[in-house]
């Protein structure tokens, strides 16, 4: 019975790594998440969009897309400052899954209380917008935009691009959440150890617990710091070849360019707790920007 049990366990979770890591379609309709604990925040595009245009006059908005799903459209918006004035840019991006809405949520209160001179802080937002209306990690197509920054057989991923290629960003951060407990962050080859230490202890001073462990059961030292080593890379690698699949932050790193990808804990049922985190680690990383 217990051989059973175990073997069940193997079985289902080698079925969840292959949904989530081994395919670019899963579906073909922006499927829920119904297995790994998803607390849901709520979330009201219209209301998302209001929020966004009352940041004017400091910051201006601007629709890069419409995605028709579901008898409506659903905008993907770029938010930027209306001062041209800055010497680095900070590129933000929430809900390329749909369903992680703490990184959505997290992008207005990013903006009014940012203030660090010299620095352009640019968000687009919510990338995934069919998915954040539907509560999926998925597109309106059943696609993964997160595996799709190498064919870039979706809008939403062509949308990104296009950007990271007109505001070539000096850094990137990609708002996410998961079924961990904790908070950590997952680094592309650009970024500095030390500097992404600093930047977990930023949102740790902010009330985030940070994880020891990845979702992959990688031991993190330090807690919250998943960078990317040799061996990682060499499998991203492969992974890009074998599948044709790539996330944002190989993209970036094909590039040079840093990234860190925030990974929250979905399971806390406190709204703002889940949000702060998101603010907290974008206000750490454009004031090391501005230090530097």
């Known amino acids: 019975m217990i051989a059973a049990m175990s073997m069940n366990s193997i079985a289902a979770d080698l079925r969840l790594f292959a949904k989530y890591h081994?395919?670019?379609?899963?579906?073909?309709y922006p499927a829920r998440e119904t297995e790994l604990g998803l607390v849901e925040l709520d979330f009201d595009s219209d209301a998302f969009e209001a929020e966004l245009r009352?940041?004017?006059?400091?910051?201006?908005?601007?629709?890069?897309?419409?995605?028709?799903?579901?008898?409506?459209?659903?905008?993907?918006?770029?938010?930027?400052?209306?001062?041209?004035?800055?010497r680095k840019t900070l590129l933000i991006l929430g809900g390329v899954h749909?369903?992680?809405?703490?990184?959505?949520?997290?992008?207005?209160?990013?903006?009014r209380s940012f203030d660090q001179p010299g620095i352009r802080l640019v968000a687009v937002a919510p990338v995934n917008p069919v998915g954040a209306f539907e509560l999926s990690r998925y597109n309106g197509d059943g696609f993964d935009i997160n595996r799709d920054f190498a064919r870039f057989d979706t809008r939403e991923a062509c949308v990104v691009r296009e950007v990271l290629e007109r505001e070539r960003p000096d850094f990137v951060v990609s708002l996410h959440e998961g079924p961990q407990d904790d908070s950590f962050m997952f680094l592309n080859r650009f970024?500095?150890?030390?500097?992404?230490?600093?930047?977990?202890?930023?949102?740790?001073e902010g009330g985030a617990s940070l994880a020891r462990r990845d979702y992959f059961g990688r031991v993190l030292d330090p807690p919250g710091v998943a960078p990317m080593g040799i061996g990682i890379f060499l499998l991203t690698k492969l992974w890009a070849g074998a599948l044709q699949m790539k996330s944002t932050g190989m993209w970036c790193d094909d590039r040079?360019?840093?990234?860190v990808t925030l990974e929250s804990s979905w399971r806390n049922q406190d709204r703002d707790a889940r949000v702060r985190a998101h603010v907290d680690l974008v206000t750490a990383v454009a004031r090391e920007l501005g230090a530097t």
């Open 22 to 28: 081994l395919k670019r379609r899963v579906f073909d």
């Open 54 to 86: 009352d940041l004017a006059p400091r910051f201006q908005v601007e629709t890069l897309g419409r995605v028709d799903y579901g008898g409506r459209p659903h905008a993907i918006h770029c938010v930027s400052p209306a001062s041209t004035e800055s």
């Open 98 to 111: 749909g369903n992680e809405r703490a990184g959505i949520l997290a992008i207005p209160e990013i903006f």
């Open 191 to 204: 970024v500095d150890l030390a500097l992404a230490t600093r930047l977990a202890k930023a949102i740790e």
């Open 256 to 259: 040079a360019i840093p990234e």
